[in-house]
């Protein structure tokens, strides 16, 4: 099985900082990694998939980098819509979720 | 606009089968490039990956739950669903259906870009 960690499992930041998200896998799974955004009562949505690719419609202030086992999201600027759990996920066997990373304004 | 929604009992009873079904709209469920899946999530934990299957009836599973789940077809309904057996109420969550998006022409990709609402099923005497 492939595990996913993620840190820091959660953060309090100021409108307009600067957030980033690490992530890191088990073992290798080249570039096969995707984020997603999880509000309260919502079902998550994918922002960024194969590690640094944006969906379409997404804001282009997030962003995610990486390859092999170490991978990263960035929130350029954080707004007030961006409050929310973040959660990496691999594909590369199967699937697997990362513990998420719970994101609040201070 | 494809749109997911789960259907299925809130409730369901120890040692009993968790069914639900998610009816896909806005596109065919037989479409090439897409496999189904169903995701969980423990009351305020993170996510967990129950099993996929394609359209010709092709699954597969998490090794943790394998022995207890079976995900089937539908074409004609432009459903898929899902069953667990022997539930305890470590399975009470919220339940997802969601579709997995996959590359073309060789290309490897894959991430779920629809999800259904989510329906939260809760084992209880």
């Known amino acids: 099985d492939i595990q996913m960690t993620q840190s820091p499992s959660s953060l309090s930041a100021s409108v307009g900082d600067r957030v980033t998200i690490t992530c890191q896998a088990s073992?290798?799974?080249?570039?096969?990694l995707n984020w997603y955004q999880q509000k309260p009562g919502k079902a998550p949505k994918v922002l960024i998939y194969?590690?640094?690719n944006l969906e379409t419609g997404v804001p282009s202030r997030f962003s995610g980098s990486g390859s092999g086992t170490d991978f990263s999201f960035t929130i350029s600027s954080l707004q007030p819509e961006d409050i929310a759990t973040y959660y990496c996920q691999q594909y590369d066997y199967l699937f697997t979720f990362g513990p998420g990373t719970k994101v609040d304004i201070k | 606009q494809v749109q997911l929604q789960e259907s299925g009992p809130g409730l369901v009873k120890p040692s009993q089968t968790l069914s639900l079904i998610c009816t896909v709209s806005?596109?065919?469920?037989?479409?090439?490039?897409?496999?189904w899946s169903w995701i969980r999530q423990h009351p305020g934990k993170g996510l967990e990956w129950i099993g996929n299957i394609y359209y010709s009836g092709s699954t597969y599973y998490n090794p943790s739950l394998k022995s207890r789940v079976t995900i089937s077809v539908d074409t004609s309904k432009n459903q898929f669903s899902l069953k667990l057996s022997s539930v305890t109420a470590a399975d009470t969550a919220v339940y997802y259906c969601?579709?997995?998006?996959?590359?073309?022409?060789?290309?490897?990709?894959?991430?779920?870009?629809?999800w259904g609402q989510g329906t939260l099923v809760t084992v209880s005497s």
């Open positions: 806005g596109g065919s469920i037989s479409s090439g490039g897409y496999y």
């Open positions: 194969d590690a640094s």
């Open positions: 969601a579709r997995d998006l996959r590359g073309q022409s060789g290309y490897r990709t894959s991430h779920f870009d629809y």
């Open positions: 073992q290798d799974i080249s570039n096969y």
